[in-house]
């Protein structure tokens, strides 16, 4: 019984966040920020060489990021909200920002709508694909022609489109 409650509890609330909370289009309300220090947690950007890929940036756990064509970067706009939002999560900041192999003046956050911090590299949103199941995997390198690995200055990655994508990208 309990699993069945906990369940229905989850599906409730993934439903009154997809409902209440990211809302579509959109977007990431004020202008992005300069990416500065705060409290003990750390957000590590790095660039990383990823097979089939190339030098593109990973998070602090080493998942690659990508960046969607439908934002922009000139000024930073959020378009990936509700459901795109639960393909391709945002990259949040956790606290001090740092880097490895990448221009820290490139880096910058934006506030989403629903309030949480993003990273932003060159202006461009951050994301992380939820298909990619382990570090370094590029699984979302040219989903529906709209979404990229990122590269350490911010362009898209020219490696090879994923086949392992399993359906649409947004």
């Known amino acids: 019984m309990r699993h069945i409650i906990g369940y229905a509890a989850t599906g409730t609330a993934l439903v ?3 409902l209440a909370g990211c809302g579509s289009g959109g ?5 992005a920020t300069k990416a500065g220090t705060s409290t003990a947690s ?3 950007l790095t660039a990383a060489d990823v097979k089939n890929v190339g030098t593109v940036v990973t998070d602090s756990k080493g998942y690659v990021l990508y960046r969607f064509d439908a934002d922009s970067a000139n000024p930073t706009k959020v378009t990936c909200y509700a459901a795109c939002a639960m393909l391709w999560p945002a ?4 606290g001090a920002i740092t880097t490895k ?4 003046n ?3 956050t934006v506030k989403r709508t629903d309030g949480t911090t993003q990273l932003t590299l060159a202006g ?7 298909k990619d199941d382990e570090p370094k995997e590029a699984y979302g390198q040219g989903v529906d022609g709209t979404w990229f690995a990122v590269t350490p200055t911010g362009a898209k990655a020219s490696g090879e489109p994923a086949t392992n994508t399993g359906g649409s990208g947004y």
């Open 106 to 108: 490139l880096v910058t």
């Open 42 to 44: 750390r957000t590590t």
């Open 16 to 18: 009154a966040l997809t």
């Open 124 to 130: 461009w949103p951050l994301y992380r694909y939820s």
């Open 27 to 31: 977007n990431g309300g004020g202008g």
């Open 91 to 94: 990259a949040t900041a956790q």
């Open 101 to 104: 192999g990448i221009d820290k």
